[in-house]
């Protein structure tokens, strides 16, 4: 089902689980609208196109009939009876260029609306990464091209830069874009909801994978030891319908800001100037579908596993520092005499023993001494260099102080480089 979500526990701890997937999840249709509509532009395009062509027509047409008028009435009349090549009325100059005017004009508010407008766009979408915008204005454009070149051809005009074949072919553009935005729109959206249909998000013990692509599969893996922090959003709609995006961000990236500065002078002989230059700029996360959980549903559950994940070195550190000084503490009260049978507990053998507060004989359990030694080799060492700590700690071979200490057979004390002792 579209969006389904493995039900996870939010308690789930995951040093326990013995699951390879602990989530599977999908962007919902829901968050994928604004995609959707940024499909629509092509057609949005076409309607400023023919209002922006109206405008310019209505403009250039008040221009020319201002000029015309100024230069008729500021220049008169040249009196008969003077020579043929002089006799010549301002309204027939202004009448032999006329057609070229006209040529010019046509030419320049087709190439502003609708090809102008249409690359200004699909330039746009594509510096801002959204794709469903700039691929449907490009197809569009990209088709109304192709077929207006073929149309032009087959009407009988040569295919050079003359005015006419020129103002043909815009006008066959412009005329196309109309019914190719419908096809670039459905085309946007069918390849968006393929899109969309294609992600999959699975974490896992290990990390997050992200995979999808309709043209170009890809599929990349983020370990949880690389993720140092976590950020969900959700808009007004996603607070009401329960989804939203959860992006994984190293904290060396998120937030993080440039700033640059300049100061520069330049001079001639002549002439000198001065400049003082800044900017200033913040990184942030992606929100590209491929690089992010991008509009999941109950986003939450999603953060939750996150945080135990990225949470969980630092309490495993906290509690192996806690667990140690325990085992110093406890050690270094003891007074350990030499060649005693006795080696420090780990925490279960506290509850075991019983410490006299008179004589200070400690009770030990009836556990065999080669357990406890194979046991305490499995837990960490702590090397001492403290001249105040009993000489019972130090190895009979090399000197060197351990807590807790290993003790042979022989009654003698050694560290675990050295433990169990050679036979002779």
Sequence with gaps: MEGQVTHIDPNHNPDESNDLVLLSTSPVFKSFIYKYLMAFTPIILVIVSFFT???????????????????????????????????????????????GMIDATTITIFMVAPIGIFILFACIGWVLRITEMWTGTALTLGMSTVIGILVANVTGYPPAMSSNYLILFLQWIAFLVQPFSVIG??????????????????????????????????????????????????????????????????????????????????????????????????EEASRYPLDCLYGIPNPKNAQSLFQQFITRPAKLEEEQLSYLKKIYEMSASRNMVSGSDVISPTPSDIAKSHISDDKRDIAVSKDSMEEKSTRMQEVGVIRLSDTDFPESHACSVCGKKELPPFVGSDGKTYCKDHYPPKKS
């Design 53 to 99: 062509r109206m405008l310019l027509d209505s403009i250039f047409h008040l221009a020319s009939s201002t000029v015309t008028s100024i230069v008729t009435t500021t220049i008169p009349s040249v009196p008969s009876g003077v020579p043929g090549f002089m006799n010549l009325h301002p309204t027939s100059l202004m009448n032999q260029y006329s057609a």
């Design 185 to 282: 729109t459905i085309i946007a959206i069918a390849w968006s909801e393929k899109f969309r249909r294609s992600i999959r998000y699975t974490i896992t013990k290990d990390g997050v994978w992200m995979s999808g692509g309709v043209w170009k599969k890809q599929e990349h893996m983020i370990p949880h030891i690389q993720i140092g922090r976590i950020v969900m959003e959700q808009d007004f709609f996603g607070s009401m319908f329960n989804y939203g995006t959860v992006i994984p961000q190293t904290i060396a990236r998120w937030g993080a800001e440039t700033s640059i500065r300049g100061v520069g002078a330049t001079g001639q002989k002549d002439s000198m100037g001065a400049m003082i230059g800044y900017a200033r700029g913040r």
